[in-house]
């Protein structure tokens, strides 16, 4: 059974930086993507970022260009966002996602999330 557990999320201000991991088990992921989407109160899930199998295709939404990074490793089947210059419109919460397969940027094309991580961002 898959399972997806993020971490690194909490309270920062506004120009600050976090740091989320989403530890992945279940199966390998060698071969699935992986990414992130976010929700704030009253909006819809949005995407954010996804990153290929194998590292070569990355996406990012046009709001978090240049501030956020994806990454991940697959030896320990962990995907990372790097969060620079934070604005307090990134507070959300924020979920890993995985699917096998290329990247999507649409949360129906993907198969399992974690169960979410708080980030706040105070101006």
């Known amino acids: 059974q898959v399972q997806l557990v993020e971490s690194g999320g909490g309270l920062v201000q506004a120009g600050g930086s976090l740091r989320l991991s989403c530890a992945a088990s279940g199966r390998t992921f060698s071969s699935y993507a992986m990414g992130w989407f976010r929700q704030a109160p009253g909006q819809e899930r949005e995407f954010v970022a996804a990153i290929s199998s194998g590292g070569g295709t990355i996406y990012y939404v046009d709001s978090v260009k240049g501030r956020f990074t994806i990454s991940r490793d697959n030896a320990k089947n962990t995907v990372y966002l790097q969060m620079n210059s934070l604005k307090s419109e990134d507070t959300a919460v924020y979920y890993c996602?995985?699917?096998?397969?290329?990247?999507?940027?649409?949360?129906?094309?993907?198969?399992?999330w974690g169960q979410g991580t708080q980030v706040t961002v105070s101006s």
């Open positions: 996602v995985v699917r096998p397969g290329r990247v999507a940027k649409t949360p129906g094309q993907y198969d399992y």
